[in-house]
């Protein structure tokens, strides 16, 4: 099984098209999130095609993307009913 690292993925898109596209392709790879940002478990070749594929739907001009790979050893803080980020045994993406 591939090594993940656990990432915020986190997009402001102007155009609807554009920006259910990059819902759609975030939400294959997510755990958890809400709105736009999200948080995804990745290795280091879903991280390529993650940002490869999401820089095929962007307007550079108009539109951003944020990844932000988050330090392994810090400790997660889950409010209210909020659960804590973990990386399941395998995850289907599709």
């Not at 962007?58 to 990386?87: H, K």
Request: net charge neutral.
């Amino acid at each position: 099984m591939p090594h993940r690292d656990l990432y915020l993925a986190a997009y402001d898109i102007s155009h609807d098209r554009r920006r259910t596209a990059a819902l759609a392709l975030v939400r294959g790879y997510t755990t958890g999130g809400q709105k736009s940002v999200h948080e995804v478990f990745l290795s280091r070749g879903e991280r390529q095609e993650l940002l490869h594929t999401m820089a095929l739907l962007l307007n550079e001009a108009e539109d951003r993307f944020f990844l932000l790979r988050l330090d392994p050893r810090a400790r997660s803080y889950a409010l209210g009913v909020a659960a804590q980020p973990a990386d399941p045994e395998y995850f289907y993406v599709g």
